[in-house]
């Protein structure tokens, strides 16, 4: 699979008050069948890459309340196209681009905002589009971005975020029986993740792969597919720091992992923001990105039940002892915006408990992170990391509260043949102690850890023969059976 090139990203705000002149009209002479006071303020963001690109777009009713809407805009290149979109409806004659409201979203009361997007492709050039309608009227109200502009360096020290200026769309939350409906705000107890009941869960779900790659990997129908088709309570977003990861667009980053956020909401499943260190694996190299960030998500998405916090992937290369310093100044960041979310805390030797650097999790049991309602990570890969891993893991399982945020059914590279016997007998330990996992990935790239085939997320099928690999498979026969959640 070819890698997009460096991208180059742009933001555009559009500005004005149309609206406030229709306000004045009505008042001014106000007939019996007035008509709605409309207005509406636009921001539309691009993640580009060589032919392609990610939009996402915030809407904001700056007229009466409505129940339905239509946002409309032109390309202004004639080689730029929608491809698959996300909380609406697309559709796209000409250069005109249509998006329709869905009935979650459809509903905007004065003031309030939602937002949506899609992954589009372009020729010659990707420009931003210069205007916008809602329900018909031109969008020139003012807006604010909901994040810092993207050319602002990270601080140096530690950096208190201001909260987002405009809150998180009005989702109302899934009833019925979905994973997040059941189970409600999450937390530890004991060694467990337990439910709002109180009681011992697992999750089982997929980790995306890196937001920054495969972004076109993550729309409606494969969210659709992950939610219904395989029945996965959780979706890992893995946000990598470096590799033309979140250093290069920290606002970009972080409005696409909260628009994913969104997106597990509106389907009833936990999403794990995971900040994706890897390399360097000294997580203090990003500790003021980590502050930053982790400010700014945790503010933005404290009111909601799904959102589990990961804030180092894989540390390596350096001490727990520094791994416990890294996250004790990173867990207060995120508490003094929401308090009760579980936080995930990587572990020595890439997330091996130690393990893969000879030593064990006595590290962690003897001398824990100072804070409450936390987890620890564990990652393995099933044809390089046997026994002695699984041994270490059921031993530490008694001890400590476990994440397995990411695993593979192949080896450490994240290629090669699938372990069928390795990857099984792992899954049987991890159901039998109830340690909830993300495999890894949900993507369709040319390496043996990705669930789906190659050109998989060209299309817009997710279901049905075709287009899982053998690791898709496996994982999916083992993550699509009843959950069956404690509901007392
Ligand atoms: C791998 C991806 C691969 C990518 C590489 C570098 O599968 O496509 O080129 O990262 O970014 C991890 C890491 C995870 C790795 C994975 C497989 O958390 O980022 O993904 N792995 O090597 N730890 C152990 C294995």
Partial sequence: MKLPARPSRRTLLMAGAVGALTVAASAAVPPADAQAATGCAVTYTTSSWAGGFTANITIRNLGDAVDGWTLGFAFPDAGQRVGQGWSATWSQTGAAVTARSVSWNGALATGASTSIGFNGTWTAANPAPTAFTFNGTACTGATTPTTPPPTTPPPTTPPPTPPPTTPPPTTPPPGGQTPVAINGQLRVCGVNLCNQYGRPIQLRGMSTHGIQWFARCYNDASLDALADDWRADLLRIAMYVQEDGYETDPAGFTNRVNALVDEAEQR?????????????????????????????????????????????????????????????????????????????????????????????????????????????????????????????VERAAARLPLFVTEFGTVDYTGDGGVDVASSNAWIDLLDRLKISYANWTYSDKAEGSAALRPGTCAGSTYTGPGVLTESGALIRDRIRTPDNFPTA
């Fill in 268 to 392: 009833g499943m936990y999403a794990l923001i995971d900040f994706h260190t890897l390399t360097p694996g000294d997580p203090t190299y990003n500790l003021d990105r980590a502050k930053t960030f982790f400010a700014a998500v945790s503010a933005r998405n404290a009111a909601k039940k799904n959102v589990i916090y990961e804030i180092a992937n894989e540390p390596n290369g350096v001490s727990w002892a520094t791994i416990k310093s890294y996250a004790e100044q990173v867990i207060p960041v995120i508490r003094a915006n929401d308090p009760d979310a579980v936080v995930v805390v990587g572990t020595r030797g890439w997330s091996s408990l130690g393990v893969s650097d000879g030593s064990n999790a006595n590290e962690v049991i003897n001398n824990p992170v100072n804070a409450a309602n936390v987890m620890y990570t564990f990652h393995f890969y099933a044809a390089s990391h046997r026994d002695n891993y699984r041994a270490e």
